[in-house]
């Protein structure tokens, strides 16, 4: 699982009013093709709009601080954006978990980067345990992280201590307490990646962006007609990560 983030953690001065988690799932079977098929979609992009397949694709800032790429025009950025949501819509056995945080309302102590990246891990865990990925499936299945730097060491402390310290509150009808649901599916620790160098990482990138825009657009994107982008992305969405939202976005 490919992860990237929009928004951030903050509580207290925080520019943002959520913070939005994405992990791209992949299996290890269709790792190849699906990194040719990005290869051949840069290539494509090159041809276009210029853009080199050595520079980074990072969404937000592609829209508001291109830097060099301002050398292209600014909606056919947002073209390439919308291109690159149709073409991961294509690969049928990728899988997007998305989870969004609303900050509104709670308290300052409130551990936003806690309470999302456990979430995304849960739901990881519970989706391979099930086999309810699409693609390929095995009865003994295996996930690792690969996500983006983020605050690395707090990461992995929260991935270990879920290995033998995962308590999940019981359903109403089965009384009050919780259950220590540890993890048995993902293994290693988290393997950090540098987003320039992953297109997977860029491509998790470009579906948190949209996630970030569904439930909070910007001017530009409002203006442009941008803000449902993410339902371009409804055929990989892993929607059992959450029966109670339409396109399986889990809110906390």
Not at 207 to 220: E, I, W
Request: with cysteine; hydrophobic share 35%.
């Amino acid at each position: 699982m490919y992860v990237d983030e929009s928004g951030d953690v903050g509580m207290e001065n925080s520019p943002t009013r959520y913070f939005a988690l994405t992990g791209l799932v992949v299996h290890e079977l269709r790792w190849r093709e699906y990194l040719n098929q990005l290869i051949d979609f840069r290539r494509r992009m090159h041809e276009h709009f210029g853009l080199r397949l050595r520079e980074e694709l990072h969404s937000s800032q592609l829209i508001t601080r291109p830097g060099a790429l301002t050398r292209i025009k600014r909606h056919d950025r947002l073209t390439i954006i919308r291109f690159f949501a149709n073409e991961l819509a294509s690969m049928g056995d990728l899988n997007l978990i998305n989870i969004v945080i609303d900050k509104q309302g709670k308290t300052t102590d409130c551990d936003v980067f806690e309470i999302a990246w456990r979430a995304l891990i849960q739901r990881f865990e519970n989706t391979l345990s099930h086999r309810n990925f699409s693609g390929p499936a095995n009865p003994d299945d295996r996930g690792v992280l690969l996500p983006d730097h983020t605050d690395d060491k707090r990461l992995v402390q929260l991935l270990r201590r879920m290995r033998h310290f995962n308590p999940v509150p019981n359903q109403p009808q089965h009384g009050m307490g919780y259950r220590n649901l540890t993890l048995t599916k993902i293994i290693e620790d988290p393997n950090f990646r540098d987003s320039r160098h992953s297109y997977f990482i860029q491509a998790a990138d470009l579906a948190a962006y949209l996630l970030y825009q569904f439930v909070a657009p910007n001017a530009y994107i409002r203006k442009r007609g941008a803000k449902n982008y993410l339902t371009r992305l409804e055929p990989i969405l892993c929607k059992v990560a959450s029966t109670n939202d339409p396109y399986g976005i889990v809110r906390l």
